[in-house]
Nanobody, 114 residues
Framework: VQLQASGGGLVQAGGSLRLSCAAS????????VGWYRQAPGKRREFVAR???????YYPIYAQGRFTISRDNSENTVYLRMDSLKSEDTALYSC?????????WGQGTLVTVSS
């Protein structure tokens, strides 16, 4: 499975972005699809996850600001990010777990200017 992340860019603090993660094949059977991020000099951290039953999970910093969704017909998972802060600046990557294996996309860069 190949994943193509897109939608990153430069945005002012308080602004919004929508990231997309497009899979090369159907994600209907995916156990979960998630977003992770890594800021310069920091460890990769969990951002959001959506499971096959559409249950969603977020860390505290993302709750109320980020929304993950999936469109199985488009083989795409989205991450809507609102009220962006400078500390949200990072490379955002998507990860899919399907048939017991995980796959990662190449990432899309989000830069939030204060």
């Amino acid at each position: 499975v190949q994943l193509q992340a897109s939608g990153g860019g430069l945005v002012q603090a308080g602004g919004s972005l929508r990231l997309s993660c497009a899979a090369s094949q159907s994600i209907v059977s995916a156990d979960s699809v998630g977003w992770y991020r890594q800021a310069p000099g920091k460890r990769r951290e969990f951002v959001a996850r959506i499971d096959r039953d559409r249950s969603t999970y977020y860390p505290i910093y993302a709750q109320g600001r980020f929304t993950i969704s999936r469109d199985n017909s488009e083989n795409t998972v989205y991450l809507r990010m609102d009220s962006l802060k400078s500390e949200d600046t990072a490379l955002y990557s998507c990860r899919i777990v399907i048939w017991g294996r995980e796959y990662w996309g190449q990432g899309t860069l989000v830069t939030v200017s204060s």
